[in-house]
């Protein structure tokens, strides 16, 4: 793959965390129950921190990426992807959000392992596990809220 290739990955991915961002930062402002609010600023907090870092990333451009020129990383096969709305009722919308944050840590897994470098590859690693742990935070919201506990 040619570096202008991994621009463009680079570059889907930072409109993902802006997409997320977006989302978390409306249910955030339109959540009543104040934990509900607080997870969901916080997300978007982290997915603003990812965006900032890809961008920052991306600014020093295709001379200091190191990727195996041989690896797919398959961006592609996840599109295309409903557009993140806040609209939506709220279990669509933690279905949704779940969707994404897997899609982003399938992404940065692959970008991780596609690096040649240690460090590159340390930093992409860092934010799938950020990914696996929003992804991890969001089902178990979910989880509470499909099958809430009765007696």
Known sequence: MKPDEYTKIISLAIEREVEAYTF????ADK???AALKKIFSELAGEEKNHREFLQDFLAKGSK???FDARVDYKVGDS???PAITPD???LEGLVLAIKKELEAMQMYTRLAAASTDSQQQM???GLADMERTHKARLEDIYTNMAFPEAW
């Open 24 to 27: 978390y930062r409306s249910v």
């Open 31 to 33: 959540a009543k129950d």
């Open 64 to 66: 200091t990426m190191h």
């Open 79 to 81: 599109l295309p992807s």
């Open 88 to 90: 939506l009722k709220p």
């Open 123 to 125: 930093l992409f690693n």
